[in-house]
């Protein structure tokens, strides 16, 4: 952000003094530029092993993340944060699909989902400028189908406005 | 003139208009990494017990169907190429142990449910009930019969049948 002040004077440099009203203007121009920041709470979620029958659904640790999303846009303009995983879960050769991660929201604009391998998830949708913060709460649906390993991915978040 | 420079401003909005409608502008973004621990599980239930089989005619029912089949759910988490086997096994030779006149290889079982599930007779050492690869979730049924003789000792007679859930 910068600010401009711009004087504009009139300097009569001939003839005799003004006796009247003196004008003068001034013009003020303020750029405020486009800004975005988006930070989590935690950059890491864990999900530890369980009993697929007595844990159908193993919650995150931290049990939820909270989402602030900073962004200074044009009015009424919407504000997209979406989520997308860089592939499925991998333990080597062992791959889960990235949809056994899904998510409930807490905060104005953010909205429940799940993970779809190669695309974008919308986590929330605002308008206009503003700080937005909220929180998802992942679970990892917990199958006796799921090969024994330590599986891995990482989820991309973007900000955009169209 | 007025005319053509009216024409280009317009067209030069439609092409912005339409390249923001296309794209997205990325404004920030954010990784967050996921890990996920998956561990070696195994459970195996057996439901359906006790079987009975009903004192009968052996001239006019002749196996004895047992009066309700066993359900059998084996679970079990394992590396894709870990082979599981469900075995049964019974703990005596024969129903009427001391007299010796029932044997436990008279019992026989059908199956259905999961294709892993195996047909076959009764024995003290460990038979197939089920054998698959890979973690999985298994559910079967097994429909017992017990051969039926003028031979047999009358009584009331119990063999326990015990079922496991293992790897080679």
């Known amino acids: ?162 | 003139m007025k005319k053509t420079v009216s024409g280009a401003l317009a067209a030069a909005a439609v092409v912005v208009f339409a390249a923001s409608a296309d794209a997205q502008t990325t404004l920030a973004t954010q990784n967050v990494n996921a890990t996920v621990t998956v561990g070696n599980q195994a459970r195996i239930t057996v439901t359906g017990g006790p079987v009975l089989f009903a004192d009968s005619d052996p001239d006019l029912v002749n196996p004895i169907p047992a009066g309700a089949p066993v359900s059998v759910a084996a679970r079990a988490r394992v590396a894709p190429t870990q082979q599981l086997n469900v075995t049964v096994s019974a703990n005596n030779a024969f129903f009427d142990a001391g007299t010796d006149t029932i044997p436990v290889t008279g019992l026989l079982w059908t199956v259905g449910g999961a294709p892993s599930f195996l047909a076959g007779a009764m024995a003290t050492t460990e038979t197939n009930v089920a054998q698959w690869t890979g973690p999985a979730n298994q559910a079967g049924t097994q429909a017992y019969t017990l051969a039926n003789s003028w031979s047999y000792a009358p009584g009331t007679w119990t063999v326990i049948l015990r079922y496991t859930l293992s790897t080679p």
């Open chain 1, 1 to 162: 952000m910068w600010l401009e002040i711009l004087l504009v004077g009139v300097l009569l440099t001939q003839g005799p003094p003004p006796s009247g009203p003196q004008n003068a203007t001034v013009t003020l121009s303020v750029n405020l530029g486009s800004h975005a920041r988006l930070s989590m709470s935690s950059t890491g979620l864990v999900f530890p092993d369980a009993d697929p029958d007595l844990v159908p659904f193993v919650a995150a640790v931290p049990a939820a993340i909270t989402v602030t999303a900073k962004t200074r846009t044009t009015r009424n303009n919407q504000v997209l944060l979406t989520v997308q995983p860089s592939g499925d879960l991998r333990s080597g050769l062992l791959t889960i699909p990235a949809a056994m991660l899904r998510w409930t929201a807490n905060g104005t604009g953010l909205v429940a989902g799940t993970l779809v391998t190669g695309s974008n998830q919308v986590v929330a949708s605002w308008t206009s400028s503003g700080v937005r913060t909220g929180t998802q709460s992942f679970v990892f649906e917990n199958r006796w189908t799921h090969p024994p390993g330590t599986y891995s991915v990482t989820l991309v978040y973007t900000l955009s406005s169209p």
